[in-house]
């Protein structure tokens, strides 16, 4: 297993939103703003990082019959953290993103990867597991939020690209939209993934 393909894994061939279709709940919900998914995706991205890095330095004095419960407070214990800076440091995106900060707990993507890699690999690599995976996560929720932002309201990051007047679709900011839009590019990754055998 080499650094590189471990680390760049998340990003197109294993991306944990487009390919693995997991972590779909918040990819849904929070990306009504390009924002949104850049502040979701740098606190899973923090969460998965170091849980990775904490289970794949305890997994020897883990007991099997205990190890998911473990998983849970380990997790937890990053997304406390997460929780209460985001509170204290970015009210306006805490409270945007609401109870979904909370819910990284149960985030298939941060047990998944847990289970699938960090309890089996070292630590050096489940770290870049990780930041991978969290990486891939943020620029998928990202590309979502931006597509949604742009048709939906006209703006990205809250910069006008559109003429006053111009219209804009509504339901693209709404959950409809967010299905139609995850659909859409799911389907175009696969149709790369078929075209470029990656």
Known sequence: MSALKTLTNGLLKENPTFVLVLGTCPSLA??????????????????????NLFIALLKNWIPNKVRIPLFIVIIATFVTIVD???QAYTPDLYN??????PLIVVNCIILGRAEAFA??????????????????????ITLM???REIIGNGTIFGIHLLADGAKTVLLFIMPPGAFITYGF??????????IYNF
């Not at 945007?96 to 900060?101: E, K, T």
């Not at 590019?185 to 078929?194: F, M, P, S």
């Open 30 to 51: 929070v990306t009504t703003a390009a924002i949104n998914g850049i502040g979701m995706g740098a606190a899973t991205t923090f969460v998965l990082l170091f849980s």
């Open 145 to 147: 939020a931006s597509i």
């Open 185 to 194: 590019l799911i389907a175009i990754v696969n149709r790369l993934k078929k």
């Open 84 to 86: 209460l800076v985001m």
């Open 96 to 101: 945007a993103l609401g109870v979904f900060i």
């Open 119 to 140: 309890q089996k690999n070292s630590v050096f690599y489940s770290i870049l597991d990780g930041i991978g995976m969290g990486i891939g996560f943020t620029m998928a």
